[in-house]
């Protein structure tokens, strides 16, 4: 092909490239999806409340894969209790459940069992652990939440 012909068609390219929008694997970057995933946890913070007793991350969760950002509960650890790794939910302000490091598996509470202060919950509220439950506010099914990482576990109660 001439190059008269080539350079004539370069704006047509152009503009065909800006009509049909980024690739897929722009978007999914742009989105976190190629670093991050549908569903993470973020690092155990560096800081222990000493009034409260814990160390707490962020699990950050996607409800469906196109979910344009994410969205997080936190994870919270309490040296006192280093069996366990519990779930909050920030918004509705309650503990849902519980991860059970020994048993490796997970306790989802009862609605009516949820409660803001763990103190509130009793132990015979948490049923017997089983499978990872749904990535909240999931809408499709069968996705579960990943199991969460245990090889880093805050090792003291800040002290």
């Not at 068609?9 to 694997?25: I, K």
């Not at 742009?30 to 000493?50: H, M, V």
């Not at 499978?131 to 506010?137: H, K, Q, S």
């Not at 990943?146 to 003291?156: A, G, R, Y």
Request: glycine content about 6%; hydrophobic content about 30%.
């Amino acid at each position: 092909m001439k190059s008269w012909k080539l350079f004539a068609l370069a704006p047509l390219a152009a503009a065909a490239m800006f009509v049909s929008g980024p690739s897929s694997a722009t978007q999914e970057a742009q989105a976190g999806n190629l670093q991050y995933g549908r569903q993470y946890y973020a690092g155990w913070s560096n800081t222990y409340y000493q009034t409260r007793g814990y160390y707490y991350r962020n699990y950050y969760y996607k409800p469906y894969a196109s979910y344009p950002t994410y969205k997080y509960h936190y994870c919270i650890y309490y040296p006192s209790r280093p069996r366990y790794v519990y779930y909050y939910n920030p918004v509705r302000r309650r503990y849902w459940g519980r991860y059970d490091i020994e048993a490796k598996g997970y306790s989802l509470l009862a609605e009516k069992d949820q409660a803001e202060k763990l103190s509130d919950i009793s132990e015979d509220a948490f049923p017997t652990p089983g499978d990872m439950p749904a990535i909240p506010e999931s809408t499709d099914e069968g996705a579960q939440i990943d199991v969460p990482p245990l090889n880093d576990l805050p090792k003291d109660d800040g002290e």
